[in-house]
């Protein structure tokens, strides 16, 4: 089986690359292709790669191509992990946000917003290639903002992509073991969008357990959600929300402590990942010290991961027991097995809702558990909306449906209307004056008049 890679030069293409030489089961991945327009990037990524795979025998044959088409090529399933003007184009985001007092996190707000504006033109382009050169591929998309990538893709190739995050497995693994469960054996009742989701019940054995985590507070308050909410917040809602929600129901401590810290998240992460290129990259290295550097530049990267959220909840470090996340890479793999193997399995996924959330039209991209089999994921029927949840899943959902109509028509109003839309931004005004620095940091917006 053929798998490709899309950003194969990115950072965390190892851990998809990790979890594959772990795969020695009828039908794995033999030949993995990386595609990136960075030449130097693949380099550096085939050096990795190649020291995690010294001594397993039947590790997948690497090879990396800047040839899009040449990566498609035979390819049965396709994994999308670009990022549209790099980590300095993230770090931009951030940037030019806060100077208007919100947040630019890199999915949520005004910088998910620049994010998905510049991204959307980019893999609509990569799925009509897609369409044309590998039809019977399936693509498994990471690339962020996950559930609009994933929704404008499916534009093109319909039910065979398929959006994936880490986020809603590694809450509900903690909240299983918290219960003293086992995570494989635990229904999870999750729903909403991308980053935007909420465990509204865990049930083993056909009995939700969830009302006794809520009933506990200090439970509540030993794990990572539970601390960043509070155990006061977690009993309003009745549910535990997905951590990017901190950035909804805590706005204001947010964009505060964000405003205060050295640097952006993004710029920190850019800075970091530049220096592990540059150190893999020197020739003469001895044998294994790519992956050495890239596996010290992980662990603070995972160490460091939502600090300014830790830094208004006044939660302090990441324990030991948060640092593990929810695996999309296992995810991944997961959603393969189960496709090409028809190995049936239940997925947390991001797919077109049907009739699964009567709020939202049949084409929506949304995040709930999902059957998977030779035919692709197929949503779970999931109980009705809150009220609560409604409003912001609707207006969220507005704001990228703008999004996809200002990438597809060139509407600079539309792309106005999505800020301004969205619930952590404020003011048409500033949605104005957002766009406008945007569009005169990124090239990549110009087609918007």
Sequence with gaps: ?????????????????????????????????????????????????????????????????????????????????IRVGGLEGR???????????????????AGGIAYGLRTVPVVREIARRIARVAPEAWVINFTNPAGVVTEAMAEELGHRVIGICDSPVG??????RLLGARPEEAWIDYVGLNH????????????????????????LESFEEGRLFGAAWLRSLGAIPNEYLHYYYFNRDTVRAYQEV????????????????AEAARPGRPAGAALAAWDRTRAEREATYMAENREAAGVGDRDESDLESGGYEKVALALMR???????????????????????????????????DANGAHPVGVAPLPLHA????????????????????????????????????????????????????????????
């Design 262 to 277: 050295e640097q952006t998240r993004g710029a920190f992460l850019r800075d970091r990942q530049r220096g592990f290129y």
């Design 196 to 219: 935007l989701g909420w465990v509204r019940g865990l049930r083993v054995g056909g009995r939700d357990e969830l009302p006794r985590l809520l009933a506990d507070e200090a439970a």
């Design 1 to 81: 089986m053929r798998l490709t890679i899309l950003g194969g030069g990115g950072f965390r293409v190892p851990l998809v690359h990790g979890a594959l030489l772990g795969d020695h089961a009828e039908g794995r991945v033999t030949r993995v292709t990386l595609y990136d327009e960075d030449a130097g990037r693949l380099t550096v990524m085939a050096r990795v790669l190649a020291d995690q795979a010294a001594g397993v025998p039947d590790a997948p044959t690497v090879v990396t191509t800047t040839d899009l088409d040449e990566a498609l090529r035979g390819a049965d399933f396709v994994f999308s992990a």
């Design 338 to 372: 189960a496709i090409a193997r028809d190995e049936r399995a239940t997925l947390i996924l991001n797919v077109r809702n049907g009739s699964t959330l009567s709020v939202l039209d049949a084409e929506a991209v949304i995040e709930v558990p999902c059957l998977v």
């Design 171 to 176: 809450l509900g693994r903690r909240i299983a």
């Design 91 to 109: 770090a931009a985001d951030e940037r030019i946000a806060l100077a208007e007092g919100v947040l630019g996190q890199e999915t949520v707000g």
């Design 390 to 449: 409604v409003g912001l899943v609707t207006s969220v959902k507005a704001v990228e449906r703008e999004v996809l109509a200002a990438a597809a028509s060139g509407s600079r109003a539309s792309a106005v209307k999505a800020f301004a839309l969205h619930p952590l931004v404020d003011s048409v005004g500033v949605a104005r004056r957002l766009l406008d620095g945007y569009a005169a940091e990124h090239p990549g917006l110009s087609y918007l008049r």
